[in-house]
């Protein structure tokens, strides 16, 4: 019985599965496909009609189907070549190789210059010298004379040195706020180098496109040339010290692995605690890209500042070293310092690390930030660094007591150290510096006089209102040569000169590259010296540079290359070729282009770097030689409405100051006179933007015709007739006068996506490149200004075969008014094949919203304006969600290691405080008075003070963008869906769509019924989304080294070394007026 009971309820069970399953598929089936109240031939209809309407005025404007013409017509004129990627790398790696060593040479000049003149100088301790001081020059007194170190200095403004005004005949001397001006060493450094002055003139002469030249004192001073006045920023102090800049610590020292111990023991609370902070942050401001740290907290306890990193050390770079910044305020002191088990795990450290082969492998020290040591701890040194002492020992005692200072003497002379004393947050940089003189003693010895190169960084001389420029330094050492100075391994300081990234470009033939290739360069840590995809500054239109823009990996570039096989080649010095599918993503991260690249690589002698260069499969790895004769070619160059590429170098005008005011047009016509031999210019480029003026000159006249005719354009719809050719050559005509163009930027400097520069092509140029020929891309800029959108250009490129294999010779475009597009488009919409005239369905109508998108799924027309430039998947996420499963559009995901988060902080800043001098000379002042009220009582008003400001900071809070890295998607259409019909299900109401093809165009119409609510379907948006890593996964980044280079050489010790030179205690006894005078300006702000 039980059994049968069984079955019956199975049989049941069975019967009401198929009744559903029934249900469900007729529900499908209905959803799917039965239900369609778009007819599908009306919408194909209207788009026919619009497209038709557009090609035609594209086609007519642009003059796209004459300058096809006339490129056929020169077609068995011109040979087509194939680009050999790898010996064009290798070319320009030569052309970079000589560029650098002109700026290496001219270094050495002022090495040998500075190293004879010191050697011929005898130090005079009473020595009287007027100098130019940057800050004081042309200042008068009250009375109207020239302050003392200022004096007349003629200045005149130079646009090679960004139209700031200079002397070229003499060189400045910068002196740090915090250093006296007339100090007998300054003063004696000063006289002696003042020998450098005539070696700068020289080496401009030489080499006109030289900028900037120093050198850098270990004194302190700063000597530039050209000759230029500093101005205080507005709290009238100047920080510079060029003793912390990256050029001078690279040039006068050897890679090195760090480990920094801080004592946190009881009696380090209050002013001690936040000197040693303040230490600690200003030894990590001495360390680079090639040294290795980190930082451990003691008392009876060992504690790592970062947990994760137990046990290793991590690359001293920007990101690494703002990390341990901001763990420095959460030390706190308590217990007792047990010194001996912080040393001995430092050792051990260094030793284990150094085994891995992953450090510097060179230097080794141990920073010991204390207020005290109650011994010398002698047997450990014997048992981890005796005899060798391949670990220099540097102790900082913190505070006014030297109790304990001849312990930590001890320490750092029998450790090849440097002992040094600091009382308050004034003394921290300066005795900060003394070890790297230390650790620059066996490089003097050895008299290696090694060039350095620094990563790129931006121009600090340029006005607000000028673009940002990104440099390299090249840098070397100058040394003592003295007989009697010999072991002592006296460094004098460094010298160098900075290398605009720009002119790297400038060696760069943009045509050779194609319309989506580039070069780009990195240094032997992989991080990128020059990239079109490197954003260093934050995009609030303040130039504000980004804090980790000089520390951009190539694998965050070139993320698609997951295994960093291009980045280790070239990190490697290897030379070779890499291939990969990348997606581009372009028009402020819009829009995304899929290309085939090919990468060429090899290594720049002489120089840390890497050079690679990109070239994308199809038109990309191909250009052609035409020929025509140099009057034909100058006759049509020098038409009115011809340009050439701003930052393209037909010839180089910087060479001889005669050239640099002539236009590129000029240049070349002067060039080709053959009157100017010193004249230097690209002959190839020349001949081939000769052959282009020659055959796009027929344009000018076409466009002058159609403005003549006055029944042509009547409603002043199309405003601008644009083309570009491969070799950087545009023309421009306008059919309204330029004060009624509606978007006035386009096609100005202004606008740096839609011009040819140092490392792109247009945008409208690339777009129309991956169109199929003979199409038009339509789209809207998209700029910052709403007024902006108001326009839609048009763009199309010229092939020169008609094969696959063929170059773009130029693209050709028009600019309308958005106005003027859209009434074509909503005229073309109502049209329809019925005999009657009565349509049975029109964009008019209620219960229907048509919209025309482009290929990225972009809105150029709407019912609603201000759907304008929006994306359709805001408007309309189910249909956006739909045409995604059918295929008609595929999301491609990009990746952004550059971005910018905003986040809310609810505490000070805290990493600000420790390096804002006004902050710690107030605190100082604060320390003081607690001092002159209380004296020697044990109480702690500071501590007390502080907090009481600090909790006050911590309860204003504030939102602040911080580096990110982001996850954004992109959409692009499937090029062979044409059409596609669909329906959805809105909670039982069914909704559909039409999507149809814009023929000879990248715009699709999409008609929607609206009838139903879909409300319940998420909008599509394109918003970035922030890659939240757990802990587990953000330690593991904060450990992962990838490959790096090590610089060629290194300089640990040396023989013959004097290490009784190591240091002494800095007696500070302040004056009580001193004292008072100090606190009244500490106290007078408030």
Not at 270 to 277: E, F, W
Not at 389 to 407: Q, T
Request: aromatic share 10%; net charge negative.
């Amino acid at each position: 019985m039980q059994v049968d009971r069984s079955c019956v309820v199975s049989s049941a069970w069975c019967a009401c599965l198929l009744l559903l399953f029934s249900t469900l598929s007729t529900r499908v089936t209905e959803v799917g496909g039965t239900h369609q109240s778009i007819p599908p031939s009306v919408v194909k209809l209207w788009a026919s009609a619009f497209g038709g309407e557009m090609k035609s005025i594209s086609a007519k404007y642009s003059g796209s189907q004459l300058l096809q013409k006339k490129y056929k017509e020169f077609e068995r004129a011109v040979r087509v070549e194939e680009i050999d990627g790898l010996r064009l790398v290798k070319r320009l790696a030569e052309d970079m190789e000589e560029m650098f060593h002109k700026k290496a040479q001219a270094m050495k000049r002022l090495v040998e210059a500075a190293e004879e003149a010191h050697l011929q100088h005898e130090e005079d301790p009473d020595l009287q010298y007027e100098y130019f001081n940057a800050v004081l020059i042309n200042e008068v007194d009250e009375l109207g004379n020239s302050v003392e170190l200022g004096g007349e200095f003629i200045l005149q403004p130079n646009d090679h040195f960004n139209n700031l005004s200079v002397n070229l005949s003499l060189s400045v001397v910068q002196v740090p706020t915090n250093m006296y001006n007339k100090d007998s060493a300054i003063v004696n450094g000063v006289y002696w180098s003042e020998a450098l002055n005539k070696v700068f003139v020289d080496n401009f002469e030489r080499d006109p496109s030289l900028i900037w030249q120093y050198f850098g004192s270990a004194k302190g001073f700063f000597r530039q040339y050209p000759g230029i006045k500093w101005k205080p920023d507005e709290h009238g102090v100047i920080a510079f010290d060029c003793r912390n800049r990256k050029w001078y610590i690279q040039a006068a020292t050897s890679p090195k692995d760090v480990v920094i111990l801080v004592d946190v023991s009881g009696s380090m609370k209050g002013l001690r605690l936040t000197i040693a902070r303040q230490t600690v942050s200003s030894i990590l401001d001495t360390l680079g890209d090639d040294d290795f740290f980190n930082i451990i907290a003691y008392n009876e306890e060992l504690h790592y500042v970062e947990s994760c990193l137990n046990g290793t050390l991590v690359q001293a770079d920007v990101t690494n070293k703002d990390h341990f910044r901001e763990h420095l305020d959460k030390l706190f002191a308590q217990g007792i310092g047990m010194l001996d088990i912080a040393l001995t795990e430092a050792f051990n450290l260094l030793s284990d690390f150094n085994e891995t082969g992953r450090g510097s492998e060179c230097s080794q020290a141990i920073m010991l930030v204390t207020d005290g040591a109650v011994d010398t701890y002698d047997a450990i040194f014997a048992k981890y660094n005796w005899p060798d002492r391949k670990v220099r020992i540097f102790p900082y005692l913190i505070g006014r007591e030297s109790a304990f200072a001849d312990n930590l003497k001890w320490m750092a002379c029998a450790n090849k150290g440097y002992f040094t004393q600091i009382s308050t947050l004034a003394d921290v940089q300066e005795n900060v510096m003394e070890y790297l003189h230390v650790l620059s003693r066996p490089k003097v010895i050895d008299q290696e006089h090694d060039t350095v190169w620094t990563e790129a960084y931006i121009d600090n001389t340029l006005e607000d209102g000028q673009s940002p420029v990104l440099m390299t330094t090249v840098a070397m050492p100058v040394f003592s040569t003295k007989n009697e100075t010999r072991n002592r391994g006296i460094l004098l300081g460094v010298v160098g000169t900075d290398v605009p990234v720009s002119e790297l470009l400038k060696t760069i033939p943009k045509y050779k590259l194609g319309i989506h290739g580039y070069a780009f360069a990195i240094t032997n840590n992989g991080y990128i010296l020059t990239h079109p995809d490197l954003r260093p500054l934050y995009g609030d239109g303040k130039k504000r540079r980004k804090p980790n823009y000089s520390s951009v990996d190539l694998s965050e570039v070139e993320w698609e290359d997951k295994d960093d096989t291009l980045r280790n080649a070239m990190v490697n010095r290897k030379t070779g070729t890499f291939s990969i599918e990348v997606k581009k993503s372009v028009d402020k991260g819009k829009r995304v282009l899929v290309l085939h690249n090919d990468y060429y690589y090899t290594d720049i002698k002489g120089t840390p770097f890497s050079l690679g260069v990109a070239l994308s499969r199809g038109h990309g790895k191909f250009f052609f030689r035409g020929n025509v004769t140099v009057e034909e070619g100058l006759h049509d160059l020098e038409h009115p409405d011809v340009a050439l590429a701003d930052e393209w170098t037909y010839c180089n005008t910087d060479e001889h100051p005669e050239h640099r005011y002539l236009s590129q047009i000029e240049a070349i016509k002067l060039y080709l006179s053959g009157h100017e031999p010193h004249l230097q210019c690209d002959k190839e480029l020349i001949q081939e933007v000769l052959f282009d003026a020659v055959v796009t000159a027929p344009l000018e006249a076409y466009w002058t015709s159609l403005v003549l005719n006055k029944s042509e354009n009547s409603d002043k719809g199309v405003e601008i007739a644009y083309l570009g050719t491969r070799t950087g050559l545009s023309r421009i005509n306008l059919f309204v006068v330029p004060d009624e163009l509606t978007n006035q930027d386009f096609l100005t400097a202004e606008d740096k996506e839609g011009v040819f520069n140092a490392d792109h092509f247009p945008l409208w140029y690339k777009r129309a490149a991956e169109q199929v020929p003979g199409t038009f891309v339509y789209s809207l800029p998209f700029n910052s200004g709403s007024e902006n959108k108001s326009v839609v250009l048009a763009s199309t490129a010229i092939q020169l075969l008609d094969e696959r294999k063929s170059p773009i010779a130029a693209a050709v475009g028009i600019q309308m008014k958005l106005d003027f597009f859209q009434k074509k488009f909503w005229t073309a919409s109502r049209q329809c094949a019925a005999l009657d005239g009565k349509c049975s369905i029109s964009c008019d109508d209620e219960n229907i919203n048509c919209y025309l998108i482009d290929n990225n799924g972009f809105i150029l027309v709407a019912e609603d304006y201000t759907l304008t430039g929006k994306f359709f998947g805001e408007a309309e996420g189910a249909v956006m969600s739909k045409l995604l499963q059918m295929g008609s559009f595929k999301r491609v995901t990009l990746y952004d290691y550059q971005a910018l988060c905003w986040v809310f902080s609810e505490s000070s800043d805290s990493g600000h405080t420790l390096l804002d001098p006004y902050f710690a000379f107030f605190s100082a002042m604060k320390w003081i008075l607690t001092e002159l009220v209380i004296f020697l009582v044990e109480f702690n008003l500071y501590s007390w003070w502080h907090s009481d400001l600090t909790a006050k900071a911590q309860r204003m809070g504030r939102s602040m963008q911080v580096p990110c890295d982001t996850e954004y998607p992109a959409f692009i259409s499937e090029r062979t869906i044409k059409e596609n019909t669909g329906n959805l299900d809105c909670d039982g109401c069914i909704k559909s769509f039409v999507i149809q093809q814009i023929p000879s165009s990248n715009l699709f119409m999409v008609v929607v019924d609206n009838k139903c609510d879909c409300s319940m379907f998420e909008p599509i948006t394109m918003d970035p989304i922030e890659i939240m890593y757990n802990e587990s996964l953000k330690c593991e980044r904060l450990k992962m080294q990838k490959d790096r280079r090590r610089p060629d050489t290194c300089h640990p010790f040396h023989p013959e070394e004097n290490s009784m030179e190591c240091g002494g205690a800095l007696g500070l006894t302040p004056s009580l007026t001193a004292t008072l005078l100090c606190l009244v300006l500490a106290l007078f702000p408030r």
